[in-house]
């Protein structure tokens, strides 16, 4: 429960939330909070069905929880209305609730199944500020599938440090090679515990993700600034490509696991923790890559808890710190320098909309649309930019949502 509290209280995100106890019991906790943070407006539902009068803070987090095992998860009954009963007793503030959540449990084990069949999954758990923006950018119908996308966790993919090891490691753990290259798992293992992990052989980055640097093309050689480089996929790549590569980020936190995957790879990049809008490079690099923060959207098949936290403020002051952060990035350019700008966002307010902003108010950037056969046509937009989406794919698994150009500097 403290976990929920932190995301729908506190704001956090569920990642850098700390839940107490060993490995296991911590996994555990994460695992059922995403759960019902993924299910959220279901849950909700049903709790309205069984209660008259919503508890306030942990308590309501204790309900959601016990209903997240009993509707979702396939916890014996006796199981998840016990762990409800118990977290209520734990607590001074929630003790006197435990014969409710004993009898709101026992009610939602026995009517849940004919309830959820009544359902609209996609519907009901997606906010309603997302539900709008897709459905403003994509259509109905594409909304929907987004939002349906949305209710399923999302695999794990490799990216490869050398290309010849795909086809072996792919025997080797029953994965599935993507038409892009990644390696998408069949499940979800411990990661660490994988073959060629200590030895740097790949590293864990989503199909969408390992895109963008691909617009680049050659970059051996090249000097690149990668601008918001943590958690570092992309920096691996460009290093692996044989870039020499800047890795620039606000934090120091994020940027120490960079430095870490950096050393288990054995491939090297400078690590410089500065704010972009106030650091600058000594000398022109000869590209760019920016990442951009954004509302991470494209995100939320594996992070949940994004469409929680988000508000119509933040959404406008990550707009305007795309923005200043592309006039400053592109003002380091060489001419004939390349900026691959890019967003984990579904919103096009932070992609195609950003870009034609900028490109309105910059008359020596051009784009440059993605070269044919480069990528499956249906990630390539009519104006050659890259726009994936969750329900792209959906024979494979889906992918995150994202959005990337390459703009050039003529003078």
């Not at 932190?6 to 909070?33: F, T």
């Not at 204790?62 to 607590?91: C, K, N, Q, W, Y």
């Amino acid at each position: 429960m403290d976990l929920l509290d932190a995301v729908l209280i506190d704001g956090q995100m569920l990642e850098d939330s700390r839940a107490s106890g060993d490995p296991s019991v911590r996994a555990e906790a994460r695992g059922l909070a995403d759960l019902a943070l993924r299910r959220l407006g279901q849950i909700d539902d049903l709790l309205a069905r069984f209660v008259d009068r919503e508890p306030k803070g942990s308590g309501l987090q204790i309900l959601r929880l016990m209903t997240a095992e009993l509707a979702f998860r396939g916890t014996p009954p006796h199981a998840a209305v016990d762990l409800g009963v118990r977290l209520a007793r734990s607590s001074r503030q929630t003790t006197r609730m435990a014969g409710m959540v004993n009898a709101v449990g026992r009610r939602i084990a026995e009517n849940a199944p004919d309830l959820i069949s009544g359902q609209d999954p996609a519907a009901m758990n997606t906010e309603p500020w997302l539900a709008h923006a897709l459905e403003r950018d994509w259509g109905g119908d594409t909304a929907k599938q987004i939002a349906a996308a949305h209710l399923t966790p999302a695999p794990h993919d490799l990216t490869m440090k050398q290309d010849g090891d795909l086809e072996a490691l792919a025997a080797e753990l029953n994965g599935r090679i993507l038409p892009t290259g990644s390696l998408r798992l069949t499940d979800r293992p411990q990661i660490s515990a994988l073959p060629g992990y200590d030895v740097g052989a790949w590293w864990v980055q989503d199909a969408a993700a390992a895109l963008p640097v691909r617009l680049f093309g050659d970059i051996a050689g090249k000097s690149v600034l990668d601008l918001c480089a943590a958690p570092g996929g992309k920096t691996l790549q460009m290093a692996a490509a044989g870039a020499k590569v800047t890795a620039v980020d606000i934090s120091d936190r994020r940027l120490r696991r960079v430095s870490e995957n950096l050393t288990r790879t054995g491939l090297s990049a400078e690590i410089v923790t500065a704010d972009l809008l106030r650091w600058g490079p000594d000398t022109p690099p000869d590209a760019i890559l920016l990442d951009a923060p954004c509302s991470a959207t494209g995100t939320l098949r594996r992070h949940p808890d994004l469409a929680h936290r988000m508000t119509a403020k933040r959404l406008r002051d990550l707009r305007d710190l795309q923005a200043s952060m592309l006039d400053r990035a592109f003002s380091w350019l060489p001419p004939g320098g390349d900026l691959v700008y890019c967003t984990c966002s579904l919103l096009k307010s932070e992609g195609e909309d950003q870009l034609a902003a900028f490109l309105q108010r910059t008359p020596d950037a051009k784009l440059q649309a993605i070269e044919p056969g480069l990528f499956p046509t249906e990630f390539v937009t009519s104006e050659g930019m890259l726009r994936t989406r969750p329900d792209h794919w959906t024979e494979f698994g889906g992918l995150d949502g994202f959005f990337a150009c390459r703009i050039t500097r003529s003078s």
